[in-house]
């Protein structure tokens, strides 16, 4: 096999978009957080990188995507610090694509995968959470959680992959079709967050006091930088620049696009007014919903899809609001509802030509199996990331701590956490960041600060 300089050049710029998409994902969040918060959200997407790119090339990426130790599980520590991962062509799904991509951008286009995932979680948890104690979880959960699940659904030899069907792997008949990350990425994050509501508890002053985003331009530059993101995400999870990634692209385009329309219309419809950040939650869960899909169904059916994505993650935010649980930022309702109704979706549009695998049709093309092989892939999965999420949140709050005091919550996570502001001013009164004056932080907090900020603390 020949390395392809044109497939390089590609999935060398889908890399680069799904990195693009975390920073994006940082804007989104902190957008919607109060304007004492926005710095710490923003950092929490931002540090991910870091943590999860050094673990990745360290351990995770053997773990995820070496050579299967048994039953489809976990791969083998054969490219421990990247050892034989280089620029030769092929890879572990080198036999799948035969594209002539080189092996160490198989890697680094996984990394960004592994990159995103445990940063959406941080979305359930805004506003409360402690930086050190943060990091730590990021840590484990990237290794116990994340790279166990992306070798089940993308490795070649995973139980859940794919590609199953093939002689290398284990011979249990499932194949979750899951393109781009429905299962291994959106339930898995969506689900963890409900572990992590139920853990860290509600914020001070929810249901009582006004939460309201603080910044709406900033939560639709963030749903924009995502979006571009996502066409890296779906058509680069192709392998190359092939007519799967042309479908993949497509449908991400016309599934986010229907789905904020669709949420657009139904929050003008039952809550009187179309929302600007209903329009960019919507675009979102389209391309959460698109994701497992976006290889795999013609354009009509991308339509259904983000249809069905918006109207349905839409209600599940109402519900959640309803019933007063604390997933600050909706990841539950956008990305666990998303991704699960994608995954689902995927095994009743599933088109065998737009894929060519043999086996990829679903029920709308009389094959019924991979509609319940996604249903499986969606239950043992969200099991599975629930329980490791919750004892892992429940080791680290009773041994260290997860959420800060109560006195640091009121005066926000910025200061609190990181010593900073993300808007300033000159004189102490004076209105910032949407017309909210806090009070300046106590005295033994000032002690604290860094000398430079100790003499003059305005107000935020």
Known sequence: ???????????????????????????????????????????????????????????????????????GLIGNFDWVGLKNVGAEPGGPNGAVYGLGIPHLLFMSFQMMFAI???????GAFAERAKFGPFLIFTALWSLLVYVPVAHWVF???????????????PDIGLNSLDFAGGL????NAGVAAIAAVIVFGKR??????????????????????????????????????????????????????????????ASWQFGGKPSVVGVAAGAVAGLVAITPASGYVMPMEAIAIGAVAGVLCYGAVRLRAKIGFDDSLDVVGVHGVGGMW??????????????????????????????????????????????????????????????????????????????ERAYTSDEAGVPLGGGTILPAPPATYAASLPKQQQAARPTV
């Not at 390089?8 to 919607?32: C, D, E, H, K, R």
């Not at 995103?116 to 941080?122: D, E, Q, R, S, Y």
């Not at 291994?184 to 339930?187: D, E, G, P, T």
Request: glycine residues 12%; charged residues 10%.
């Open 342 to 419: 994608g995954a689902l979706a995927t095994g009743i549009f599933a088109n065998k030509a737009v894929s060519g695998l043999a086996y990829a049709d679903g029920i709308l093309q009389g094959d019924w199996h991979r509609f319940t092989d996604a249903a499986i892939g969606v239950v043992v999965i969200g099991a599975y990331s629930f329980i490791i999420t919750f004892v892992l949140l429940k080791v680290l709050d009773m041994t260290i701590g997860i959420r800060v005091s109560e006195e640091e919550e009121e005066l926000g996570l910025d200061v609190t956490q990181h010593g």
């Open 116 to 122: 995103i995932t445990p940063a959406l979680i941080t």
């Open 1 to 71: 096999m020949e390395l392809d300089s044109g497939n390089i050049a590609w999935m060398l710029t889908a890399s680069a978009l799904v990195l693009f998409m975390t920073p994006g994902l940082g804007f989104f969040y902190g957008g919607l957080t109060r304007n004492k918060n926005v710095l710490s959200t923003i950092m929490q997407s931002f540090i991910t990188t870091g943590v999860v790119a050094i673990l990745w090339c360290v351990v995770g990426y053997s773990l995820a995507f070496g050579p299967d130790q048994g039953k």
């Open 204 to 265: 001070k002053g929810y249901g009582k006091e006004p939460m309201e985003p603080h910044d709406v331009t900033m939560v639709v530059l963030g749903a924009a930088i995502l979006w571009v993101g996502w066409f890296g995400f779906n058509a680069g999870s192709a392998g190359g620049a092939t007519p799967q990634a042309v479908y993949a692209f497509v449908n991400t385009a016309v599934a986010a696009a229907t789905a904020g329309l669709a949420w657009t219309l």
């Open 155 to 169: 490795a070649y030899d995973g139980w859940l992959s794919a590609f199953s069907t093939n002689a290398n792997a």
């Open 184 to 187: 291994a990425i959106h339930v």
